[in-house]
């Protein structure tokens, strides 16, 4: 069975300062690993996935999350934080084996920067 | 434009009052799926699609009931709803789930907040 976790319902960051959303996650096989995001009002775009190889992935919007296998988390960071980054932001995993397709996706984090 | 449409973006009905919420893709996608959005639960799946005739149940399907007739189209219908089905729902679709290619994120539409009175 797949699971994912988002220990952090909220949170809160200055502008400029660096972020961190964390994600855990719990598969029999590889992880396949996405990040999203859902700004007010809105629906879920996609940020960036993880796949294999390179443990850094680059997305969207200065974004990034690296994949650590040996703690079994997808952190999604970015070095300087802007105001416009507060969001609701989701993590999901989907196990490369067992035959599931479909995705997992965390509860949610909360992303408030502060001017 | 690529992109998945929900309509309607709002609606206020009452109790047991059949109604359906449409969804349509424009991307060629074969997967589809609805959730609903609820405080506290994050995103829960209701029915997904694999393909044209193929549906299968999510994590929460009680009272809900979809059909894929078309590539495009993935309709979601709530035969008798209930104030505990108020939510914010969501359709997404992406290109494929299954096998090496199947390894791709999803489009999400708008969204569509239900409120059952």
């Known amino acids: 069975a797949q699971s994912v976790a988002q220990p952090e319902d909220q949170v809160n960051v200055a502008e400029g300062n660096p972020l961190t959303v964390k994600c855990t996650y719990s598969?029999?096989?590889?992880?396949?690993l996405f990040w999203y995001v859902q700004y007010p009002n809105r629906g879920l775009q996609f940020l960036l996935k993880?796949?294999?190889?390179?443990?850094l992935v680059k997305g969207s919007y200065g974004f990034e999350a690296e994949f650590n296998k040996s703690q079994t988390s997808f952190h999604l960071k970015k070095p300087s934080a802007l105001v416009s980054d507060s969001a609701l932001y989701f993590c999901a995993v989907r196990d490369s084996s067992g035959g599931s397709y479909i995705p997992t996706f965390g509860r949610g984090t909360s992303l408030i920067v502060h001017p | 434009e690529a992109q998945v449409t929900q309509n309607p973006r709002y609606l206020i009905t009452v109790t047991g009052k059949k109604l359906t919420v449409t969804c349509s893709q424009n991307m060629n996608h074969e997967y589809m799926s609805w959730y609903r959005q609820d405080p506290g639960l994050g995103l829960r799946q209701i029915y997904y699609s694999m393909n044209v005739e193929v549906t299968d149940k999510g994590d929460v399907p009680e009272g809900y009931k979809v059909s894929r007739k078309e590539k495009r189209n993935f309709p979601l219908i709530l035969e008798s709803p209930s104030p505990n089905q108020t939510s914010l729902y969501f359709c997404?679709?992406?290109?494929?789930?299954?096998?090496?290619?199947?390894?791709?994120?999803?489009?999400f539409g708008p969204g569509t907040r239900l409120t059952v009175t």
């Open positions: 993880y796949i294999t190889g390179d443990n």
């Open positions: 997404a679709s992406s290109l494929s789930v299954r096998g090496g290619t199947g390894i791709v994120e999803q489009y």
């Open positions: 598969v029999s096989g590889n992880p396949y």
